[in-house]
């Protein structure tokens, strides 16, 4: 009989779970980090070599005639920012152009980007791309005016190298900022298409794909053609110059690509986001998605953290970054994009 109680208990108590959503079976330690600027968006994270939190963000205001873009520094979670940098950028047109910005950092300077549309439209006026090497220095300049950079996501930077991911171009690219010249990266494997890009102080992390002859079976859709015949995960030694692949990389990159290809070529979700495990002494990786934190090793998937404010399609985990001790850095969007926050998960 007692036995008999035991199993309607543990029955009640998955019940439980599965109504309210916990599905994780570890504590975590979870912290919201107050925002410097809660108008502004994060469009990229970093960890300096002290170990402090670094924040690129960009806002538009004046209905599109003015963006600003800012970086911001902390070492006490949010409890205070130190701004490192702040630019206005403008319309060329006030009757004509709204701007868009983006920024992104590249080591102790940023590249910022100024998307100029027709009106409220989609449509491409000019893009205007500016570099700073330095926070602490007034060298912003406008890059590239002949030639402008189209569209890229991500960089990796090792000492003065800055390397970008040029979705344009499908390519991984060293960017040199002195001439203003994008030249392909050495050693970096034949591949076809680089879905993402992370990156920290010394290796770029892809997931990209790869040429794969598919059978009559699966060409003609009798068969499934699993991602791990054409995902590829590389990891990119900036310092030797020297690229790896590896199991457990592989197998994130195609968790990667299920998570957000979902099996349907044509009806992609929302991207995940990942980071090294940078406190682990074997190779790990954080996969963040709207269903949640998870992390693989050698051992497979854990689930490490789930929220079910992330959940549906109108949410998205944007940014990742951890720490040499371990503690993870999400930022998120939700209800809809109404909402975003910066939360701190210690494992």
Same mark, same amino acid.
């Given at each position: ?14 019940? @439980? ?31 300096? %070599?002290?170990?402090? @939190? ?124 002195? %001439? ?11 591949? %076809? ?11 770029? *992390? ?44 592989? +197998? @994130? ?16 979700? +929302? ?29 497979? %998937?854990?689930?490490? *953290? ?23 850095? @999400? *930022? ?16």
């Amino acid at each position: 009989m007692r036995n008999k109680h035991i199993e309607y208990l543990i029955i009640i108590i998955a019940i @439980l779970c599965c109504v309210t959503g916990c599905t994780s079976t570890k504590n975590r330690d979870t912290e919201t980090i107050p925002l410097p600027d809660e108008e502004a968006t994060v469009s990229d994270m970093s960890i300096d %070599e002290e170990g402090n @939190l670094i924040l690129a963000m960009d806002k538009t205001s004046t209905g599109g005639l003015t963006a600003d873009v800012a970086v911001w520094k902390t070492d006490n979670d949010g409890k205070e920012w130190k701004k490192l940098f702040k630019k206005t950028l403008k319309s060329p047109d006030d009757e004509r152009i709204t701007v868009e910005p983006e920024i992104y950092i590249a080591g102790s300077g940023a590249i910022v980007r100024q998307i100029n549309y027709i009106g409220d439209s989609l449509v491409t006026d000019a893009t205007d791309t500016y570099y700073t090497s330095n926070f602490g220095r007034d060298d912003f300049k406008k890059i590239f005016q002949n030639n402008p950079i189209k569209v890229f996501d991500g960089i990796g930077c090792y000492g003065e190298e800055i390397y970008i991911n040029y979705t344009s171009d499908d390519k991984i690219m060293k960017f040199n900022p002195a %001439e203003e010249m994008l030249t392909a990266a050495e050693n970096m494997g034949k591949y %076809e298409s680089v879905y993402y890009m992370q990156s920290d102080s010394r290796y770029i *992390y892809m997931v990209c794909s790869v040429h794969y002859e598919p059978t009559w079976e699966e060409e003609n859709g009798m068969a499934y053609v699993s991602p791990s015949k054409f995902i590829r995960g590389r990891r990119y030694d900036m310092q030797k110059k020297e690229v790896a692949e590896t199991e457990v990389l592989n +197998q @994130l990159a195609v968790r990667f690509y299920e998570k957000w290809q979902s099996g349907d070529a044509d009806s992609y979700k +929302q991207r995940p986001v990942f980071f090294p495990d940078l406190a682990s002494e074997e190779e790990a990786y954080y996969l963040a998605h709207n269903d949640g934190l998870f992390r693989l090793d050698k051992n497979g %998937e854990e689930l490490i *953290y789930e929220d079910k404010s992330w959940k549906g399609e109108e949410n998205e985990v944007l940014e990742i970054v951890v720490t040499a001790d371990g503690d993870i850095y @999400l *930022y998120v969007f939700k209800d809809h994009y109404t909402n975003h926050e910066l939360v701190k998960i210690t494992p």
